[in-house]
């Protein structure tokens, strides 16, 4: 090989180089990116009303429960099915803001992902925001206005209440 073809291939070497140490430096800055995200959503909560206003639910930013208020007013202005579909209802909206605040924490990282062209060894672009996408299940299905009640969820018997002597239901 002649110098000049020595020259060229040092050149070329000296760009990949480059292009490598820009990929590491981004792929770095992403680590840290995610770990802060990661940071930042473990202290985050979701929060979920019921149409109804009767039920609020607090969720992580995983969708899962934390929190639960009830109104007060519940237990006189609706039925035991109605208020479990509030609960459902709640907890549903809340984890579906849990999951848009995973999205919004991810889609910065996931955007920068998108500067290289990644491949995967099957031949199709690697989608990158498919990702960030699957962290969390899809939303629940919508709730169901008129649920049945589920025969396993029946009290198993009815007992006296030893304060009112009056019929309470008993033995979960």
């Known amino acids: 090989m002649d110098s000049s073809g020595y020259d060229q291939l040092r050149a070329h ?31 985050r909560t979701a929060e979920g009303w019921s149409a109804d206003n009767l039920i609020h639910v607090t969720s992580t930013s995983a969708g899962v429960p934390v929190q639960v208020w009830v109104d007060p007013a519940a237990f006189k202005r609706s039925t035991p099915e109605k208020l479990a579909a509030s609960f459902a209802e709640a907890a549903q909206v809340a984890a579906r803001m849990a999951q848009a605040q995973v999205s919004e924490a991810m889609a910065p990282i996931l955007a920068a992902g998108q500067q290289f062209d990644i491949r995967s060894p099957f031949g199709d672009d690697l989608d990158l ?32 209440d030893e304060e009112d002597n009056g019929p309470h239901w008993k033995g979960w």
């Open 129 to 160: 925001r498919r990702i960030g996408d699957s962290i969390l299940p899809p939303p629940p299905p919508e709730p169901v206005h008129e649920p049945e009640p589920a025969p396993s969820c029946a009290p198993r018997h009815l007992v006296e």
């Open 13 to 43: 070497t000296d760009a990949l180089q480059v292009q490598v140490d820009s990929m590491l430096e981004s792929y770095e800055h992403q680590l840290r990116d995610i770990a802060d995200a990661r940071d930042d959503l473990a202290v």
